[in-house]
C-alpha cells in the first residue's frame, strides 16, 4: 500500500512536501478525529448515584429492585473495580435475603471470570466457599476459601477460611456432620414484632400521653420533647442519651410529625440523622397497614386478600433483616404504614380473620410484591428486576381492566429527562431521541433506547419510569411518541404490574371470590399458611 502510494505521487509529479509529510500529517489528523468520535460515543457514567440508590433499597427491604440497580451500574460503569463490586453484590443479596444460593454462586463465578484481580473478589471468593459447603460440595467448597487465602492473603476473614478447611478436610475424611434440619413451617411459632423506620431527620418533636420507660431504666414524664443530634449521639431536651435509645411508653400511644402509634419509639443514629423507628407486634403493625394500602370501603374478602399480601411481606423481610437497623420503611418504599387509629371494623376484620397467615412457595415465606391496577395483564418480575421469583408470571388479568378501566396520558418534556438521567449519574447534555428498545410478552416496554449528544442509552424502563415521577408515568405498559420538545406517554394500569392488583383483587371479591382464590390467582403455585 505505501509502495502505491508513493508511485502515484512520482506519477503525478508531486512535490514536497506534498508526499511522505503530507501523508503523516493526513494520517494523524485522521487518528485524531477517530479518537475524538470513539471518545465522545463512550458516555460517561458516575456509579455513585446508583450505588446511593441500591443501598437504600438494601435498607427498605426492596430487594429486587436492588439486585437490578446494581445490575444497572455493571452495564453502565467503565471502571473494573465498581462492575466486579456490583456484581458481587447482587450476588450478595440473592444469597443473603433471596436464599438463590445456586444463582448467587453463579454471579461470584461470573465476578471472578470477567475481573480475576479486583478487590471486589474477597467475598465473592469466602462467600461461594460458604455457599458451596451449604449446598455439600466439599471440594469446590475447599477450593473457594484456597483461592480466598491465596487472593487475600490479609483478608479479615483468612482465620475463617482456614478454620473452614480444615473443617471440609475433617469432612471429607470422616464424613459430613449432620445439621439438622428445621421441621416444616418451623420459622416463627409466636407473633413477631417488626422494626417500622417513620422518620428520619436530625431533629423531631415527640408526644408521649404517658410515662416512659427507656432501655437504661430512665423514666421520663408524660410529655413533648425535642429529639436532636449533637456529636454523634441522641439528644432528648437536651441531655444526650447516646446512639441508640428505646423509649417504651406504658399503655399508652406515642406522637411523631401529627401521627399516633402504638408499641416502643427506638431512637438510632445513622450517619448524620437518626432513625424514628417503631417497634411494635405484626399484627397491630398490620391495622395501620391495611386501610393505608386499600379503601377501607372495599369487599371484606379483598382486605383478607391485602392483609395475607401484606403479613407475607412484612414476614419475609422480619426473616431476613436481624443484621440490619430496620425491617421496613412506613412509605411505598415498602409499604405504606398509618399507625394507630387509621381503619374501621372491616380492616380490623380482614386483620383478625387471617391472623398469623402467610403466603408460601415450597413451603418458604414469599416476598409478596402489589401494586395498585395490572392493566389487564400481571408481569415476570424477572423481566421489571432481572431476578426470577416462580410465583411471578406474565398471566392475563382482565377483571382489572374491566372492573376499574384505567387509561392515562402524560406529557414529559425533554429537559425533565435530562435531569432524570443526570441525577442519577449519566453525564450527557441533550437527548435527541426516545423510543422502545425492547417489549415484554405483557406488554410492556422492558428497555428504553434514550439517543443523547454522545450515545445511546439503553435504560430500564421501569427505572426510567421511577426517576420520571412513578405518578407520572403510572406504568410501562404504555406507548410513546415524540410530540418536538415532549413525550407522550400513553398507557394502561398503575405499577409494576408484579404480584397481586389491588382493583383487580376488589373486582375478584366484587364476583365472589374468597380471599384465598384471590391470592391463588395473583400468586400461582402458592399457598396460604399460618405460621403463629
Keep these: 500500500m505505501r509502495d502505491s502510494y508513493f508511485s502515484q505521487c512520482t506519477r503525478l509529479n508531486l512535490k514536497p512536501p506534498y508526499s511522505p509529510i503530507f501523508l503523516f500529517s493526513y494520517l494523524f489528523i485522521f487518528f485524531f478525529l477517530i479518537f475524538s468520535v470513539r471518545s465522545a460515543e463512550a458516555f460517561e457514567f458516575d456509579p455513585e448515584p446508583l450505588l446511593k440508590q441500591a443501598a437504600v433499597y438494601l435498607d427498605d427491604g426492596r430487594f429486587l429492585e436492588c439486585i437490578d440497580t446494581y445490575y444497572q451500574v455493571y452495564s453502565y460503569a467503565r471502571d473494573k473495580e465498581v462492575k466486579a463490586l456490583a456484581l458481587v453484590r447482587v450476588a450478595d443479596v440473592l444469597a443473603l435475603f433471596l436464599g438463590q444460593k445456586d444463582k448467587a454462586i453463579n454471579v461470584y463465578t461470573q465476578a471472578i471470570s470477567e475481573f480475576p484481580r479486583a478487590k471486589a473478589l474477597n467475598n465473592a471468593y469466602f462467600n461461594s466457599g460458604m455457599l458451596f459447603y451449604e449446598l455439600g460440595q466439599l471440594e469446590k467448597s475447599r477450593e473457594k476459601f484456597k483461592q480466598y487465602i491465596e487472593s487475600f492473603p490479609d483478608g479479615l476473614r483468612v482465620f475463617t477460611a482456614r478454620y473452614m478447611l480444615e473443617r471440609i478436610e475433617k469432612e471429607l475424611k470422616e464424613g459430613r456432620l449432620q445439621i439438622k434440619e428445621p421441621e416444616e413451617g418451623a420459622i416463627l411459632r409466636e407473633e413477631p414484632w417488626i422494626r417500622v423506620v417513620l422518620h428520619q431527620s436530625r431533629e423531631a418533636k415527640v408526644r408521649f400521653d404517658s410515662s416512659v420507660q427507656s432501655g437504661n431504666e430512665k423514666i421520663l414524664p408524660s410529655g413533648v420533647y425535642v429529639v436532636n443530634l449533637d456529636e454523634g449521639q441522641v439528644v432528648i431536651n437536651g ?62 374478602e379483598a382486605l383478607k386478600a391485602q392483609a395475607v399480601a401484606a403479613r407475607s411481606y412484612a414476614y419475609f423481610l422480619i426473616l431476613k433483616s436481624e443484621d440490619k437497623e430496620y425491617d421496613v420503611a412506613a412509605t411505598t418504599a415498602s409499604q405504606v404504614y398509618g399507625g394507630a387509629g387509621v381503619g374501621n371494623e372491616k380492616t380490623k376484620r380482614a386483620v383478625l380473620e387471617t391472623r398469623g397467615e402467610i403466603l408460601t412457595y415450597n413451603n418458604e415465606p414469599v416476598l409478596s410484591y402489589f401494586h395498585a391496577h395490572s392493566g389487564g395483564v400481571l408481569e415476570d418480575a424477572s423481566l421489571v428486576w432481572r431476578t426470577d421469583l416462580p410465583y411471578y408470571k406474565v398471566v392475563q388479568d382482565d377483571i382489572s381492566q374491566t372492573y376499574k378501566p384505567l387509561c392515562w396520558h402524560v406529557s414529559i418534556a425533554k429537559p425533565q429527562i435530562l435531569k432524570a438521567l443526570q441525577k442519577h449519574g449519566f453525564r450527557v447534555n441533550k437527548i435527541k431521541a426516545l423510543q422502545p428498545a425492547k417489549y415484554s410478552p405483557s406488554g410492556r416496554i422492558i428497555k428504553v433506547a434514550v439517543t443523547t449528544d454522545t450515545d445511546v442509552l439503553k435504560v430500564n424502563s421501569n427505572s426510567l419510569r421511577i426517576w420520571l415521577g412513578p405518578t407520572k408515568i403510572k406504568s410501562t405498559l404504555c406507548s410513546i411518541e415524540n410530540q418536538g420538545n415532549v413525550y407522550i406517554f400513553s398507557g394502561k394500569g398503575y405499577g409494576h404490574g408484579v404480584g397481586m392488583s389491588q382493583w383487580g383483587a376488589q373486582g375478584l371479591a366484587s364476583q365472589g371470590q374468597n380471599y384465598r382464590q384471590i391470592l391463588n390467582h395473583y400468586y400461582p403455585g402458592t399457598e396460604v399458611k399460618r405460621r403463629y
Design 239 to 300: 441531655h444526650k442519651w447516646g446512639r441508640k435509645v428505646i423509649l417504651k411508653p406504658q399503655g399508652k400511644l406515642f406522637y411523631l410529625q401529627n401521627r399516633s402509634y402504638h408499641g416502643q419509639l427506638v431512637l438510632l443514629v445513622k450517619g448524620n440523622k437518626i432513625l424514628f423507628i417503631n417497634y411494635l407486634p405484626l399484627e397491630t403493625y398490620l391495622l395501620g397497614v391495611v386501610p393505608k394500602e386499600m379503601s377501607p370501603s372495599w369487599h371484606l
